[in-house]
């Protein structure tokens, strides 16, 4: 069972470290009619040349993700692929690639633009994949009246798609990191199941210790704090000056908090950038809510106010039978 999203949330002194560059980088993974349509979807770079050129050069693979526990923004799943022999040399000790939450949002920007940019080592040598799941379509799958689609189902699937579309592109993975969800020994055993060819490790803190892993994080952060970027931009005034007035989007952040209050439509709540599965939107919706409501028959207890049902059928004789008349009038067999 997940545990309550919004009670995942960053320390006090980490939250400036979740909050978006004023000037981030707006990289490929991020499609801006997609993005604030709320819609979720997937994005591939383009096979690494050193990889093309050889389609049997062995690669390492890592996964993490962005955005588990915020109430605002999507979330997203990366992973980044590159030559075996490269792993450490390149990330590690030319690009000090780190987990992304021990980079400023300015460092994870400008590695992401490297990443991005036709000539750098980073091009040349990696790949890398995106999946943006929208605040939209976690809230609807998590909100299902039957079979909830929980957050931790929502990112094993990710995590397997991802794998699966490099793995179905040629690219010869033989070594996946990817950081936990839940318990690691269980997380790897599932994955094990499904990659038997693939020498996959499950770990906490993956993104601080394969540097694979740490690439994924940083492509995963930049690609939400962008999207951030695009879905603020619908708000945006002249006086914001670039800046993201609602911070990191974790309820935790005083930002995040005052503008979910200040911006609040009192029936509908806010748009697609909303989690409205998550217990702080809905305490806010419940607080500060419009009047509107609708009262379903329940078959059980009649009352003093008059439902809809009682504008066609007169309200006495609704409370007669409330249920067999809610989809249309009993008839009899004479009727025939």
């Not at 096979?47 to 690669?59: G, L």
């Not at 993490?64 to 799943?77: F, H, I, K, S, T």
């Not at 450490?88 to 000790?93: H, I, P, T």
């Not at 950038?273 to 919706?285: I, N, Q, Y």
């Amino acid at each position: 069972m997940d545990e309550p999203m919004e009670d995942v949330q960053p320390e006090t002194q980490d939250v400036e470290q979740e909050t978006p560059a004023e000037d981030v980088f707006i990289p490929a993974s991020v499609v801006r009619q997609q993005v604030l349509s709320g819609d979720s979807y997937t994005h591939h770079s383009a096979i690494p040349a050193t990889v093309k050129d050889d389609m049997s050069t062995e690669c390492v693979l890592g996964v993490d993700e962005a955005g588990r526990g915020p109430v605002l923004g999507p979330m997203v799943y990366a992973l980044y692929y590159l030559p075996l022999s490269m792993h450490r040399s390149l990330l590690a000790d030319t690009h000090k690639f780190d987990d992304s939450k021990a980079l400023t949002p300015a460092v994870r920007s400008e590695l992401m633009e490297k990443v991005c940019t036709d000539g750098s080592d980073l091009y040349q040598h990696s790949g890398w994949a995106t999946r943006l799941m929208s605040a939209k379509d976690i809230s609807s799958a998590m909100m299902r009246p039957t079979g909830t689609y929980n957050l931790n189902a929502q990112a094993m699937d990710a995590t397997i798609d991802l794998i699966q579309q490099v793995l179905d592109s040629g690219v010869n993975v033989r070594e996946v990191y990817i950081d936990t969800i839940g318990q690691p020994a269980a997380y790897q055993k599932k994955l094990e199941r499904i990659f038997p060819a693939l020498r996959i490790t499950v770990a906490k803190k993956a993104d601080s210790l394969y540097p694979c892993v740490s690439a994924a994080s940083v492509c995963a952060k930049v690609t939400r704090d962008a999207a951030l970027d695009v879905l603020y931009s619908a708000y945006a005034t002249a006086e914001d000056d670039g800046v993201v007035a609602w911070g990191s989007g974790y309820p935790s952040d005083a930002r995040c908090s005052n503008w979910l209050k200040g911006n609040m439509d009192p029936v509908f709540g806010w748009g697609n950038e909303c989690r409205f599965s998550w217990g702080t939107a809905k305490e806010m919706l419940e607080a500060k809510g419009a009047p509107c409501r609708v009262d379903w028959p329940d078959g059980e207890n009649d009352t003093d106010n008059m439902k809809l049902t009682g504008f066609f059928l007169g309200a006495e004789e609704e409370k007669g039978d409330e249920l067999g008349t809610w989809f249309g009038r009993r008839v009899t067999e004479e009727v025939f």
